[in-house]
């Protein structure tokens, strides 16, 4: 029998900036899905990559002094890293700089324009180069760019438009006749309201004031834009119009398309489009997760307010970090992160919940029974309870899964987890080993052992490295499967479990918030742009002789009361003595400076400093530690002109 198949994707990633948590959000609960439906018996292909063109990479380019294929080059690495710390098992990762993927967009181009889907205008409205998306007039929030809140700027070029105004009654139709497409239910209302009955406009989608993106072959100067580009990837990465097609026959359409919610409109309304354009058939299912929010803020780098997973995967697990972004944040709406909120989750679930289940265990059998696996004796109402939640939570977690809800998913299977400590209490194994009553013993023993060994294979898509750890200690090879699900007592009699070092260790709440506090200032000294030097604007020879410099000899000079700062000098200037004051008193002794020759700012508005005046400037070199004041070269007399 050929299996089932399942194709789910992420979105393409932006490489134009780092990555942190929010990201991981996406490609993380995408992971636990599609590791459950390979073990639930699916042929899955699960798609992810990087969105390497577009104008927001070239200008980033720019800025860093590389070119736009090295800086992607980079970030490419930096993701692939990021991935593998998390474990995040993709069967095929797209770049849109792969020749192939170009070569794909392309041909795409070339059918629309050959099917008349497609003509040459020209452009004029807005666009957001951080979003990269077009917006009329009409769409802005206060001027701004009503998905990031950033500037927009007014674009005027020539672009070849795509007639999407065609394509709204059919769009109408599918979501009418499949709705389930956009989930959950409330963005179907948000995109139906607020962009396919304000009446679809035509969408430009080439541009020509810079070059780095797929270049148009019957236009040269035009390249794709960034979004129909990304958008293609989910059929470029099959084999769509190239000569090895077999995953586009097997896989296409996918099965999941999962986005956070600020892009449900590109691969909702575009995308569709798109594909109706092509003649091809629509996914079955967009799902617009929420976002992961820090301080009630989307966690993102212009908002300065990201956390960086490597740091907390390096120091917590990585499974810590899944866990806690797969239960804590309600599916389809946004959740708060802190690191507050990381650690009491940990601890509760993963250190008291899970970690206490299998240390008790394993020290109980290995205390009573050597460490083998006692066969069980009779059962009694209390160990059926058990069993029948074991043997009913596979179908619980599959339907979860179904619906996209990791966190309903987690909480079911840590319903085990739970009921299995509570029955520790109630059977109290170590008064039943005082008692002698080894055959309870051991069949309590059996149960929980059983009771780990479900939960650990339900826990495999989600905590994968856990799991393998629990298998370890049960002595059993990890499942590739849910097929041992079925009966309960699938567990061999003799089977050797170790005890070994704990799952978790429990995290000191007060301690760690203080060093992760530590490690952010840290991160945020380290990111910031070294201070630069304002700009100053140049100014004309004109505006320069307006400041008059005169050489100045110092008559006298004092410390002003109180200050110590301050020096207040006596000057001769030609005929004149002036008093000025300088604030250069932990540089230079008043002594010092009797008799030296300064220059003076000599047109300065006089002011009063500390109550006293001062009529002129002396002017200063200066460092970060020193102050330096100018004298001329040689000796001159004081008054002269200096220019
Ligand atoms: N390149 C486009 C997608 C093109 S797909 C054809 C893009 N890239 S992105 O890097 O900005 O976002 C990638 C994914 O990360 C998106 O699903 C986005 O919603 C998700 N997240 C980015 N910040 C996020 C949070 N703070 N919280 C949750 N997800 C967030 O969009």
Same mark, same amino acid.
């Given at each position: ?107 795409v181009?070339?059918k629309l324009l050959a099917s008349g889907d497609i003509y ?41 438009f795509f007639r999407l105004s065609k394509y709204q009654d059919r769009l109408i139709k599918f979501y009418e006749q499949n709705p389930e497409f956009i989930s959950?239910?409330?963005r179907m209302n948000e995109m139906i309201n607020n962009f396919i009955k304000p009446g679809l406009k035509d969408l430009c989608i ?21 979004w129909i580009?990304?958008l293609t990837?989910y059929i ?16 296409w359409p996918a099965?999941?398309h ?6 449900v409109r590109f691969h909702t309304i575009i995308w569709p489009a798109i594909l109706m354009a092509l003649d091809l058939p629509l996914p079955k299912k967009v ?18 307010? *990201?956390? =960086?997973?490597?740091? &907390?995967?390096? /120091?917590?697990? %990585?499974?810590?970090?899944? !866990? @806690? ?25 993963? *250190?008291? =919940?899970?970690?206490? &289940?299998?240390? /008790?265990?394993? %020290?109980?059998?290995?205390? !009573? @029974? ?43 299977? @840590? ?229």
């Amino acid at each position: 029998m050929t299996k089932k198949t399942y194709y789910i994707t992420t979105p393409i990633y932006y490489s134009s900036g780092s990555f942190h948590l929010g990201h991981c959000y996406t490609t993380v609960i995408c992971d636990a899905i599609a590791r459950f439906k390979r073990m639930d018996g699916f042929d899955v292909f699960y798609l992810t990559g990087t969105d390497e063109h577009g104008q927001k990479v070239q200008q980033k380019a720019e800025a860093a002094g590389v070119t736009p294929k090295a800086y992607v080059d980079r970030l490419y690495d930096q993701i692939v890293e990021l991935w593998k710390v998390l474990g995040i098992s993709y069967d095929k990762f797209i770049r849109t700089t792969d020749n192939y993927h170009e070569a794909t967009v392309q041909k795409v181009y070339e059918k629309l324009l050959a099917s008349g889907d497609i003509y040459k205008s020209q452009y004029e409205g807005w666009y957001c180069t951080p979003c990269e998306s077009f917006w009329t007039e009409s769409q802005l929030v206060d001027g701004k760019c009503p998905d990031c809140g950033r500037e927009v700027k007014l674009q005027k070029e020539e672009s070849y438009f795509f007639r999407l105004s065609k394509y709204q009654d059919r769009l109408i139709k599918f979501y009418e006749q499949n709705p389930e497409f956009i989930s959950p239910k409330s963005r179907m209302n948000e995109m139906i309201n607020n962009f396919i009955k304000p009446g679809l406009k035509d969408l430009c989608i080439s541009r020509t004031t810079f070059d780095w993106g797929v270049k148009l072959t019957f236009d040269e100067k035009h390249v794709a834009y960034v979004w129909i580009d990304a958008l293609t990837n989910y059929i470029t990465a099959l084999g769509y119009l190239q000569d090895d097609h077999t995953l586009y026959d097997k896989f296409w359409p996918a099965d999941l398309h999962m986005v956070g919610k600020e892009i449900v409109r590109f691969h909702t309304i575009i995308w569709p489009a798109i594909l109706m354009a092509l003649d091809l058939p629509l996914p079955k299912k967009v799902y617009g997760h929420g976002w992961l929010l820090f301080g009630n803020d989307k966690m993102s780098k212009s908002k300065g307010n *990201v956390v =960086d997973p490597i740091v &907390l995967s390096n /120091r917590y697990g %990585a499974d810590v970090i899944r !866990y @806690f972004l797969l239960r804590e944040i309600p599916f389809g709406s946004d959740g708060n992160y802190n690191n507050e909120a990381l650690l009491t989750r940990t601890n509760a679930d993963l *250190v008291n =919940d899970l970690g206490n &289940l299998v240390s /008790r265990t394993t %020290a109980m059998i290995t205390q !009573y @029974f050597d460490g083998k696996v006692p066969a069980p004796n009779a059962y009694t109402e209390l160990d059926r309870e058990l069993i029948t939640l074991c043997e009913g939570t596979l179908d619980k977690v599959r339907a979860d899964i179904d619906n996209l809800s990791a966190p309903d998913a987690l909480t079911d299977i @840590f319903k085990i987890v739970q009921r299995a400590n509570k029955y520790i209490d109630e059977t109290m194994p170590w008064t039943l080993n005082k008692e002698g009553n080894k055959e309870r013993l051991a069949t309590v023993m059996y149960v929980l052992a059983e009771c780990i060994r479900f939960a650990a294979t339900l826990l495999t898509p989600f905590i994968p490295t856990t799991a393998a750890t629990i298998f370890e200690k049960l002595g059993i090879k990890a499942p590739t499967n849910f097929n041992n699900l079925k009966k309960f007592g699938q567990l061999k009699v003799g089977t050797k479990v170790t005890k070994g070092a704990n799952l978790f260790n429990r995290l000191d709440v007060a301690k760690e918030l203080k060093e992760l506090d530590a490690i952010a200032e840290q991160e945020a000294k380290k990111s910031k742009p070294a201070k630069e030097e304002p700009k100053s604007e140049q100014i004309s020879i004109e505006d320069f002789a307006k400041v008059q410099l005169r050489t100045a000899k110092v008559l006298s000079c004092e410390k002003v009361e109180k200050s110590d700062k301050l020096l207040v000098f006596k000057l001769q200037v030609g005929d004149e003595v002036r008093q000025v004051v300088s604030g250069i008193a932990e540089h230079y002794t008043p002594e010092y400076m009797v008799d030296k020759t300064v220059v003076l700012v000599a047109n300065l508005k006089p002011a009063k400093i500390r109550g006293v005046e001062s009529n002129g400037m002396i002017l200063c070199a200066a460092d970060d530690k020193h102050v330096i004041f100018v004298t001329p070269e040689k000796d001159i007399d004081s008054g002269k002109v200096v220019r």
